[in-house]
C-alpha cells in the first residue's frame, strides 16, 4: 500500500474522462416478480478513465518516464496508490458524526451534496443536523402564535386544517387578516410567533409556505419582527414557499405575517399557511414539523444508507475539526495540548479587585452552572479593576478571552491583557451579541465591547504580543474610565493561552492546566477525540483528501505522436477499499 501520488499533476493531464461508481448487490426474484435486494458493500467503489494528452521522453522533461516508472513501481495491479480525483477531492464544514455521549472516535466521511426532490420541493443536501426553531410550525391556531390589530384593523383570525397542504395532509390553517378601511401605517391586523429562540448574531433563513383562498393578495411577513424589512409577498391559488435570509437580531426573535397600510394593498386577505420553518444557515432546507418543542433532524451519517455519505480514509495533509451545538458553539478544535494560565477562571471573587466588589455565583453561566460572578461598581473613581498576574514570555503572542454578561446598569466593558503598559491589540467576538469598537488598536489603547446582553452571553478574545512578565488579564466594568457607581457586568470562563486565537474553554482554580490535544488523526481517517461529544453535538471538517487506487490491468499502453513526444489516453483505475 504506497503512499505515492498518481501523477496527475503532469502538464499534458486531461480531465477524468471516465468516473462510474459501482457496487455490488444482490437481487432475489420470487415467483411472484417480488423482490428481495441486498449489498454487500456499505460505500461503492469507482472506476476512472484518465489520460494523457502529450507525455514528452526528453531528459529535460522525462514525463513518460514518471508515468512508466509509477506503473512499474506498484507491479502493474499489484499494490495501491493515492489519485485525485478533481471534483471529489475536498470539504469545507461537512458533517461527519453526532455526539450521543460516549462516542469519542468518528470516520470522516462527505457526501458530493448538491439537490434533492421531494413531493413538495427540492432542496439542498445537508451534511450536518438541520433544526427547525419554530414551534408549532404548522399550527396557527395555537396559542403561541397571537392575532393583533392596530388603528382601524382587527385582530388576525385562524381557522384550523382549513385546507390541504403541500404534503397532502390537511394540516394547513386558513388565515384571515382585517385592516380595515384605514391605509395609513398604523393601519395593520396581523399574526405572530412572539419567542422563537434564535442564536442572536447568526445567520439564519425563515420560510412559510402560502397560498390564496381565492384569485390573488398580498400580504407582509417577516422572521424577525422589526429587525427586518416586511416582504411582501403576492399570493396565488398555487402553493409557494417564501424564504429570506437575515442575521439573528436576538435571542427570541418574532415570527410576523401582516397586512398593513402603505405596506400591502389587500386589505382584508384570506389566505393559507403551513410550514413555518426557522433555522441556521442561508438556504431553507425541508420542512422539519414542530409542536412544543424544536427538532432536529440528523443525517444519515456512514455506514448508514439514506444520505450518499461516504467514509474518508486518505486525507490529504492537514485538516480543521469543528464542534458546533453545544454550550460553546461552533469552534475549531487543536491537535495540539493547551494551557490556560490565567487562575480561578470562573472565579473573579479570587482576583485582585479595586474600586468593585464581586457577587460570587449569582448568575447562570454559558455551561449552565450557577457560577457565574457579578462584578459591580463600587464607587464613582475611574479605574475600577478585576485583575491577576500570569506568567508570560516577554514577546510571544496570546490570547486573553472571557466570557461577559451585561446588566440592568451596564452593558459594555473593557478587556484586555495588560503587560506594564497596554501593548499593540487585535480583538474579535468569538460568540454572542455585541459591538467591538474597534478590532485593533495601538499600544496605549485598550479593547472595548457595547452592547452586551442581559440574557446572552458574549465571548470576547484579545491576541497580544507580551510586553513583559508576569502581564495580567484585566476586566474593567463598565469602561475603564467609568465613574458610574453600581455600574455592573458578569464575567466567567477566562483563559489566558499561547498563540493567535481563543479555543476550547479550560477550567482552572489555582494552578494553571493544560488540556492534551482535543482530537488526534489515525490511518484510514479516524479521529479520536479527547472527550465524548454530549449528545447532539454536531462534527465537522475542513480539508482535502485522496482516493486509494490501482492500476485496473497489467499493461500500460501509450502511443508516441512525434520523436520524444508520447500520448497515453486510456489509463484505467480503480478505487480499493
Same mark, same amino acid.
Given at each position: 500500500m504506497s503512499s505515492l501520488v498518481f501523477p496527475s499533476s503532469l502538464p499534458g493531464f486531461s480531465p477524468v474522462v471516465t468516473r462510474e461508481p459501482y457496487s455490488k448487490t444482490v437481487v432475489q426474484e420470487g415467483l411472484s416478480?417480488?423482490?428481495?435486494?441486498?449489498?454487500?458493500?456499505?460505500?461503492?467503489?469507482?472506476?476512472?478513465?484518465?489520460?494523457?494528452e502529450f507525455l514528452r521522453s526528453a531528459a529535460a522533461y522525462a514525463e513518460l518516464q514518471q508515468l512508466a516508472g509509477h506503473f512499474a513501481r506498484h507491479f502493474a495491479q499489484l499494490d495501491s496508490f493515492l489519485f485525485t480525483d478533481p471534483d471529489d477531492c475536498s470539504v469545507t464544514d461537512h458533517g461527519f458524526g453526532v455526539g450521543n455521549g460516549s462516542t469519542t472516535t468518528?470516520?470522516?466521511?462527505?457526501?458530493?451534496?448538491?439537490?434533492?426532490?421531494?413531493?413538495?420541493?427540492?432542496?439542498?443536501?445537508s451534511s450536518k443536523p438541520r433544526t427547525n426553531l419554530c414551534l408549532y410550525s404548522q399550527d396557527f391556531?395555537?396559542?403561541?402564535?397571537?392575532?393583533?390589530?392596530?388603528?382601524?384593523?382587527?385582530?388576525?383570525?385562524?381557522?384550523?386544517?382549513?385546507?390541504?397542504?403541500?404534503?397532502?395532509?390537511?394540516?394547513?390553517?386558513?388565515?384571515?387578516?382585517?385592516?380595515?378601511?384605514?391605509?395609513?401605517?398604523?393601519?395593520?391586523?396581523?399574526?405572530?410567533?412572539?419567542?422563537?429562540?434564535?442564536?442572536?448574531g447568526a445567520q439564519c433563513v425563515g420560510s412559510i409556505w402560502m397560498r390564496a383562498a381565492s384569485g390573488t393578495c398580498d400580504v407582509a411577513w417577516r422572521p424577525d419582527g422589526t429587525a427586518l424589512p416586511l416582504q411582501v409577498v403576492t399570493l396565488t391559488t398555487a402553493w409557494q414557499r417564501f424564504t429570506v435570509a437575515y442575521v439573528a437580531s436576538s435571542s427570541a426573535t418574532?415570527?410576523?405575517?401582516?397586512?398593513?397600510?402603505?405596506?400591502?394593498?389587500?386589505?382584508?386577505?384570506?389566505?393559507?399557511?403551513?410550514?413555518?420553518?426557522?433555522?441556521?444557515?442561508?438556504?431553507?432546507?425541508?420542512?422539519?414539523?414542530?409542536?412544543?418543542?424544536?427538532?432536529?433532524?440528523?443525517?444519515?451519517?456512514?455506514?448508514?444508507?439514506?444520505?450518499?455519505?461516504?467514509?474518508?480514509?486518505?486525507?490529504?495533509?492537514?485538516?480543521?475539526?469543528?464542534l458546533d451545538k453545544?454550550?460553546?458553539?461552533?469552534?475549531?478544535?487543536?491537535?495540539?495540548?493547551?494551557?490556560?494560565?490565567a487562575l480561578y477562571s470562573a472565579q473573579i471573587d479570587q482576583w485582585a479587585l479595586s474600586q468593585?466588589?464581586?457577587?460570587?455565583?449569582?448568575?447562570?453561566?454559558?455551561?449552565?452552572?450557577? *457560577?457565574?460572578? *457579578?462584578?459591580?461598581?463600587?464607587?464613582?473613581?475611574?479605574?475600577?479593576?478585576?485583575?491577576?498576574?500570569?506568567?508570560?514570555?516577554?514577546?510571544?503572542?496570546?490570547?486573553?478571552?472571557?466570557?461577559?454578561?451585561?446588566?440592568?446598569?451596564s452593558t459594555r466593558a473593557d478587556f484586555g491583557l495588560y503587560s506594564g503598559s497596554w501593548p499593540a491589540w487585535t480583538a474579535?467576538?468569538?460568540?454572542?451579541?455585541?459591538?467591538?469598537?474597534a478590532s485593533s488598536g495601538a499600544a496605549g489603547t485598550l479593547p472595548s465591547i457595547t452592547g452586551l446582553s442581559t440574557t446572552q452571553w458574549t465571548r470576547v478574545a484579545v491576541t497580544v504580543a507580551a510586553l513583559a512578565t508576569p502581564s495580567r488579564p484585566r476586566i474593567y466594568p463598565d469602561t475603564s474610565a467609568s465613574t458610574t457607581s453600581g455600574a455592573a457586568i458578569r464575567a466567567w470562563g477566562a483563559q489566558v493561552e499561547a498563540g493567535p486565537t481563543a479555543t476550547q474553554y479550560i477550567p482552572t482554580v489555582a494552578t494553571s492546566v493544560?488540556?492534551?490535544?482535543?482530537?488526534?488523526?489515525?490511518?484510514?481517517?479516524?479521529?479520536?477525540?479527547?472527550?465524548?461529544?454530549?449528545?447532539?453535538?454536531?462534527?465537522?471538517?475542513?480539508?482535502?483528501?485522496?482516493?486509494?487506487?490501482?492500476?485496473?490491468?497489467?499493461?500500460?499502453?501509450?502511443?508516441?505522436?512525434?520523436?520524444?513526444?508520447?500520448?497515453?489516453?486510456?489509463v484505467e483505475l480503480v478505487s480499493v477499499k
Open positions: 416478480g417480488k423482490e428481495i435486494r441486498s449489498t454487500w458493500w456499505s460505500s461503492p467503489r469507482y472506476r476512472y478513465r484518465v489520460g494523457f468518528f470516520q470522516l466521511q462527505r457526501t458530493l451534496g448538491g439537490y434533492y426532490s421531494d413531493a413538495i420541493g427540492t432542496y439542498p443536501q391556531h395555537d396559542a403561541s402564535w397571537v392575532g393583533s390589530a392596530g388603528g382601524t384593523g382587527a385582530s388576525g383570525a385562524v381557522i384550523a386544517d382549513a385546507c390541504a397542504a403541500p404534503d397532502g395532509t390537511a394540516t394547513a390553517d386558513q388565515i384571515t387578516l382585517n385592516r380595515g378601511s384605514g391605509n395609513t401605517f398604523t393601519d395593520q391586523s396581523w399574526i405572530y410567533h412572539g419567542s422563537i429562540p434564535t442564536p442572536s418574532v415570527f410576523e405575517i401582516k397586512s398593513r397600510g402603505t405596506i400591502t394593498t389587500t386589505n382584508s386577505p384570506t389566505f393559507f399557511a403551513w410550514g413555518c420553518q426557522v433555522e441556521s444557515g442561508s438556504v431553507a432546507t425541508a420542512y422539519i414539523p414542530t409542536t412544543s418543542a424544536a427538532v432536529t433532524v440528523t443525517p444519515a451519517y456512514w455506514p448508514a444508507m439514506g444520505d450518499g455519505f461516504e467514509p474518508v480514509q486518505e486525507p490529504n495533509g492537514p485538516i480543521s475539526v469543528f453545544d454550550w460553546q458553539g461552533y469552534r475549531q478544535l487543536c491537535p495540539w495540548a493547551r494551557t490556560n494560565l468593585l466588589t464581586v457577587t460570587a455565583n449569582n448568575a447562570t453561566a454559558p455551561d449552565g452552572t450557577a *457560577t457565574a460572578d *457579578t462584578l459591580t461598581k463600587s464607587n464613582t473613581t475611574a479605574g475600577a479593576i478585576a485583575d491577576q498576574s500570569v506568567t508570560v514570555a516577554a514577546g510571544a503572542q496570546y490570547t486573553s478571552s472571557v466570557w461577559l454578561q451585561g446588566t440592568g446598569t474579535q467576538i468569538v460568540s454572542g451579541p455585541g459591538t467591538l469598537a493544560t488540556a492534551p490535544a482535543d482530537y488526534t488523526l489515525a490511518a484510514g481517517g479516524l479521529v479520536t477525540l479527547a472527550s465524548a461529544p454530549a449528545v447532539g453535538v454536531a462534527l465537522s471538517w475542513t480539508g482535502s483528501y485522496f482516493r486509494r487506487v490501482r492500476f485496473s490491468q497489467d499493461n500500460l499502453s501509450a502511443e508516441r505522436i512525434l520523436s520524444q513526444l508520447w500520448q497515453a489516453q486510456g
